[in-house]
């Protein structure tokens, strides 16, 4: 059931689309008069175009043609209330012209939307990106770790079979995860040695000074807000403490930015200590899994890392910045 209603959310679109096409042929097969139930047509043909794109609405119109055709060679009488055989033929052949133009300039907007949108999320990605490097330029050690991070976590999003938007968000939510650090002190950052307890404590309050810092700019990134704020919690105590607060999208991206986030600091050398192998840095991460970090989460990485093995062992992280 859980499976059945994620898919139903990851596909709202595409399911929204084929019940209330279903729907209308169910309806139009009962009805008497075929002829004045066509415009419905519409409505599936339009929401196809409005949110899966022309190609997608096109073939919907194409397909609705196809079963009104063979409505009308299988029971004409159905359509004898609009005249003869002539020109009932000439009312459809005129219905699916307008029913095709329709799918096709409906989504052609969609495609002109989308790519619009597109072009502002790929902007808005790349000034995150070129924060992040300016945020990590003053240190050596994490230099590159958020960009790192957010290709690692879009990689595990997409293993996993994320909706794009949730890649997107989780990717921002990665590159953005610890910008909190532009108020802890930079001594404290660059530290050779290992932090005291108390010195711990105060990096450790970037997670809630990064939080408001993106709760200052508004909407525009209050998806990435809850995944910033949790992804330091272990998936034991979230699970345990049932994070009502958390939509599933949230907490997932939480997990998986838990996963890359340990994967680049294993391999990663600090100041203190030599960096990992990969396979060390998987085996730690697998010890861990159900405890500290998402069992699936742990399965999808182990996914990621063995199809891009090569990339992991050639490079501290697994890939290039």
Not at 215 to 226: I, Q, Y
Not at 262 to 286: C, F, H, N, Q, S
Request: with cysteine; hydrophobic share 45%.
């Amino acid at each position: 059931m859980d499976k059945f209603k994620a898919y139903v959310f990851n596909h709202f679109e595409q399911v929204l689309v084929l019940t209330s096409l279903v729907s209308i042929l169910f309806v139009h097969y009962f009805v008497y008069q075929k002829m004045a139930f066509l415009n419905f047509y519409y409505l599936p043909v339009l929401l196809a175009g409005f949110f899966l794109g022309r190609r997608t609405a096109v073939l919907f119109s194409v397909f609705c043609i196809l079963l009104v055709t063979i409505f009308f060679i299988t029971t004409p009488q159905f359509f004898s209330a609009r005249g003869g055989t002539f020109e009932i033929s000439i009312s459809l052949i005129l219905w699916g012209s307008f029913l095709m133009l329709a799918s096709y300039v409906t989504g052609t907007l969609f495609m002109h939307k989308e790519r619009g949108i597109q072009d502002l999320k790929n902007a808005y990605i790349g000034v995150l990106e070129i924060l992040s490097k300016y945020l990590e330029s003053t240190d050596r050690y994490t230099k590159g770790h958020s960009i790192r991070v957010a290709q690692l976590a879009t990689e595990i999003a997409i293993a996993m079979g994320f909706h794009r938007t949730d890649v997107e968000n989780i990717k921002a939510a990665a590159l953005l995860h610890d910008i909190g650090k532009v108020d802890v002190s930079i001594d404290l950052i660059r530290k050779a040695s290992k932090l005291t307890i108390v010195e711990k404590k105060a990096v450790d309050t970037h997670v809630e000074k990064g939080v408001n810092l993106l709760k200052s700019v508004g909407n525009v990134l209050s998806e990435a807000v809850p995944i910033v704020e949790s992804h330091h919690k272990f998936y034991k105590d979230m699970e345990k403490d049932n994070a009502k607060s958390l939509s599933s999208e949230a907490k997932l991206g939480a997990y998986i930015i838990a996963v890359a986030d340990t994967y680049d600091a294993i391999v990663t050398d600090r100041p203190y200590r030599a960096g990992k192998t990969p396979a060390k840095a998987l085996e730690e991460i697998e010890k861990e899994s159900g405890n500290q970090f998402h069992p699936e989460v742990v399965k999808a990485f182990k996914r990621v890392y063995e199809t891009k093995i090569s990339e992991f062992e050639d490079n501290v992280a697994p890939f290039k910045v």
